[in-house]
């Protein structure tokens, strides 16, 4: 692989070079008015493999934006790498906290990149860290050194569920055909700790709507005597954690898989440094369950979170106003073996069950996802963990993601595919938040890392 390696040194200012021109493309999944951008980027991304030498390479239409397939067969009698990742990104707002532009990428160093890093939406989820994959495609194709098969799939709705990458697979599994699936779309610990983690949490996504009167009414006229909705709202959230910091939902934790004490132990020698955690998010305390660490309350601990909360007038200056409704966006992050459906369903149970009778009260669920958890004595595993510890110089710490990708666990039920989460981005990269980045040294140390991926898994294969 040295001479994939000195291909990708040789052009790297090209390959960043690329790599800006994808991030100025506002790929938002979640906005209809960036339709077109989303079939220009796949363009980009469909563009960038065939240069790399991938054949068949294919737009696919969904129901949605669509996806992107191409693929190199070397030899049908050598392993098959199914590389996934997704070209669209979460909505930059509120665009005010960016310090530049969210899709006009600009390189600035920080306390973690001193490299440099790439501030723009999707510099690390997932533009960044899916076209390392095409970059380290492209060098072992041009130095003749691809050892196996590769199929590449890109999708464009990660961000807003995949359902329509879950119809595809299931309508093209003999295609899809692999021996393993290849994602860098999570975490590391640190540049100089490599990690690779070994589990994501599942996710199940619920709206409520919480209805008083019939009308908003003069908080004047009627306040005091008519329950207000939004505070109806606040006392039933407020009640779905105890004094522990549990989660009070009936039945919650019925199915969550007891974490051994050996592996507990492990998650305790990952390097955390509570107080710059702390300063990084301006915080004066960490929170949360009673009995856990913050690494276990954001890896093998389930949670609920308020990711929004709205009613009445949020408008400029002050409005007089009793609202007659309130709404509230919740998600709960699940662990192995909890079920999406199952926890959407005891939810809608027992928030209906907490309401008071002065307001009347809706759930419905968006969309969710399974947990996973990946073997460490696999082939794969075995493979990422060398091609870490070669180009690192350090054995990767295996460890549990705090995030989810539901399509994970679809591609274990579908393909009978495991997956490796080769992801190369750090949690502090503001993902989803304002000012995401991506290092220069995690993107180029991606490209490096990933053919030795290729070459150990295709002998240890053997
Ligand atoms: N790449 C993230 C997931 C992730 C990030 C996993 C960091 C582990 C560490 C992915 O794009 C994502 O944001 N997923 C969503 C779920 C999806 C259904 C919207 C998430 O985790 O909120
Ligand atoms: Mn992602
Ligand atoms: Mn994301």
């Not at 660490?293 to 408008?315: A, D, K």
Request: with cysteine.
């Amino acid at each position: 692989m040295e001479k994939a390696k000195q291909y990708s040194e040789q052009n790297k200012d090209r390959f960043l070079s690329e790599l800006l021109e994808l991030l100025r493309i506002p790929s938002v999944s979640a906005d209809s008015k960036h339709k077109a951008d989303m079939v220009r980027t796949a363009e980009f991304v469909k563009a960038s493999l065939e240069n790399a030498g991938a054949d068949k390479v294919e737009i696919c239409q969904t129901g949605g934006h669509p996806i992107v397939y191409g693929e190199k067969i070397m030899d049908v009698k050598l392993p098959t790498v199914l590389v996934y990742g997704h070209y669209d990104v979460q909505p930059p707002d509120p665009l005010d906290l960016w310090q530049s532009p969210p899709f006009e990428p600009v390189i600035k160093k920080t306390d973690l990149h001193p490299e440099g890093a790439i501030f723009a939406r999707g510099s690390c989820d997932d533009k960044g860290q899916m076209y390392m994959h095409v970059k380290a495609f492209e060098s072992m194709m041009k130095t003749s050194s691809l050892p196996c098969n590769v199929k590449f799939m890109i999708e464009g709705e990660e961000e807003v569920g995949s359902s329509n990458l879950g119809i595809f697979v299931k309508a093209n599994k003999e295609r899809l055909k692999a021996d393993v699936v290849l994602i860098s779309d999570t975490s590391m610990i640190a540049n100089d700790t490599p990690s690779i983690d070994v589990g994501l949490r599942g996710l199940a996504y619920m709206e409520v709507e919480v209805t008083g009167p019939n009308r908003d009414l003069h908080s004047g006229v009627y306040g005091g005597a008519v329950a207000n909705p939004a505070t109806i709202l606040c006392q039933m959230i407020a009640s779905l954690h105890d004094e522990n910091n549990h989660i009070t939902v009936k039945g919650f934790y019925d199915d969550v898989l007891t974490v051994s004490d050996a592996d507990r132990g492990d998650l305790a020698k990952i390097p955390f440094d509570e107080k710059e955690y702390m300063k990084d998010l301006g915080i004066n305390e960490v929170w949360g369950e009673k009995g856990y660490t913050s690494i276990e309350r954001t890896s093998i601990r389930p949670t609920l979170e308020v990711n929004g909360i709205w009613g009445g007038y949020t408008g400029e200056g002050a409005k007089t106003v009793l609202p007659s409704k309130a709404f509230a966006k919740i998600s709960m992050r699940l662990v192995p073996n909890q079920s999406s459906d199952n926890i959407s369903k005891l939810f809608e149970k027992h928030f209906l069950s907490i309401a008071p009778p002065f307001v009347k009260v809706k759930v419905s669920a968006h969309h969710g996802g399974e947990p996973v958890l990946t073997p460490t004595d696999s082939v794969p595993f075995k493979a990422a963990s060398m091609a870490m510890e070669k180009t690192f110089g350090k054995k990767p710490i295996a460890t549990r993601g705090g995030g989810s990708i539901p399509i994970v666990a679809l591609f274990e039920k579908e393909l009978g595919l495991k997956t490796v989460l080769f992801g190369f981005g750090l949690d502090s990269d503001n993902l989803h938040s304002p000012n995401e980045k991506y290092g220069l040294f995690n993107f180029y140390k991606g490209i490096e890392t990933i053919p030795y991926f290729f070459q150990y898994f295709t002998a240890l294969k053997k």
